[in-house]
């Protein structure tokens, strides 16, 4: 194991948080899950040794590093918001925590590609110009292993995906391993190899991050999720703004994000998806797919129904919707949804 | 003008002024970070002189550097004179009139520097020593300059603590204060007048460095123009 972090942190007259973390050697990105308030930014902390242990141990490479100073350990910590020194300069920024700088600096800056923004000030940068001289100067100390606290968080969302494509690269071409803590099931699926779901202080599943979203083991989960279908599609064809997947045996049509990636995790939301008897004769949503009924389950207020579209696709209805159209096990039915319910993420 | 007063007088101000940042700082951030659960007590301690008569915190120096006590046996034996009266006594003094001039700043300055910059700072290997003279001194250096100016002023004005401790002892213990308080007891008041508008103009001036420092205005605008584009 690389990392065995057994984690019992209790604060004053407040929340308990209890996780295990286990990261094998060769897993690349480890993400942490789970609504705000569940934990995982408490379970970062500990791990780099900003809040200390109630109880527990943390090991890293076999060396005990429950009772270490945060300074003692080799790690590269991306705050929430980059906390990059308003006084300095990115270059002195960039080489804060080098001892002896033999140029460091500028190799980093240029595998960051910030090397044109060495002279200017933090606040003189966009939040994707901080996020990079933030992992920047993480790097430059040359750490075991990278910790990141909802990195994207603190951008705005037209910049988010463009930056998150580009840390899913740069992260897989580091070669260190690294935990991300996120909110957001995008990011999870985009970055992560392996996934812990925490809600309430606790880890509630753990697996690889498409297998924790399409077969969640705990209704916290499914609810932390929030995505009740993902499957893998390629694209076959692509015209006016829709692309056309194979999906399983079936297909379907979701909004071209452009680019020319063809594997995609196809992600429609259960609450998307419309269950029909028959089918209507002109409607605005692109998806029209006949199938069978495999399961009706209770979900809270809603009812999951499980149709075999060629894949497996779920739709939340209520319950009176299931009376109204007679919903059992092996009925027949289409699920409708519009191309733009459909989220497309690259697999690469 | 009696510029033997004004020399004493900048003199002890500077020493004292230099003294309390070397004190200061560290006390400072002790109070700033500490989470000790009797650290109110320490709190209380050194904002005693704000609501102290002089008089009172005079008449304790007074004894506690006196022959009778340890600390002034110790002096005396170091030194072989006694530390009231003297140069010496009165910059004792006045350390500690100022302190909370000095801490009191200081301290919120250092109590809203983000912590995660600290953090930062500690998760990029760098001591905390090191962390504090690289990211919380330049942080909250408005708070240090105006705890610096703030004591420098404070000590300037002192009379109550002076004349207790130090007496009145021309070219060594006579301060500004001192010397208008003695030029209206022997009806000079047209010298009491001259020195006493240079101590209001000094003060004042002083007095608006600080504030001047305070309102970020002037250093920061050009970084908020930025974030305001951005």
Known sequence: MLLIADIDKRFDGGPQVQASVRIPHGVSITILFGPSGAGKTTVLRCIAGLEKLTAG????????????????????????????????????????????????????????????????????????????????????????????????????????????????????SLGIPAIVVTHDWVDALTLGDQMLVMSGGRVLQTGPPQEVFTRPQHREVAAAVGVETVVAGRVIRRDGGIAFLQVGSGGLAAADPGGDDVDFYVCIRGEDVTLEKGRAEQSSARNHLSGLVLEVVPAGVLTKVVVDAGFELVALVTRQAVEDLGLIKGSNIFAVFKASAVHLIPKS | MNWEAIATTLKLATLTSIILMILGLPLAYWVAFSKWRWKFLVEATVALPLVLPPTVLGFYVLVAMGPQSPLGRWYQSLAGHGLPFTFEGLVVASVLYSLPFAVQPIAAAFGSVDRKLIEASWMLGVSDLETFFRVIVPQSWTGVMTGLVLSFAHTLGEFGVVLMVGGNIPGVTRTLSIDIYDRVQGLNYSGAATTSA???????????????????????????RHRQEV
Not at chain 1, 151 to 168: F, K, N, Y
Not at chain 2, 204 to 222: C, G, H, Q
């Open chain 1, 57 to 172: 141990r943390i090991v890293f490479e076999g060396r005990d590093w429950t009772n270490l100073a945060p300074q003692k350990r080799p790690l590269g910590y991306l705050f929430q918001e980059y906390a990059l020194f308003p006084h300095l300069r990115v270059r002195d920024n960039i080489g804060y925590g080098v001892k002896r700088q033999t140029g460091i600096v500028d190799r980093v800056a240029a595998k960051l590609k910030v090397h044109d923004l060495l002279d200017r000030w933090p606040s003189e940068l966009s939040g994707g110009q901080q996020q990079r001289v933030a992992l920047a100067r993480a790097l430059a100390r040359g750490p075991r292993m990278l910790l990141l606290d909802e990195p994207l968080s603190a951008l705005d969302a037209a910049t988010r995906d463009h930056v998150r494509s580009e840390l899913a690269l740069l992260l897989r």
């Open chain 2, 198 to 224: 240079v101590l209001l103009i000094v003060s004042f001036l002083i007095l608006s460095v600080v504030y001047a420092l305070n309102r970020k205005v002037w250093f920061f605008a050009a970084d908020r």
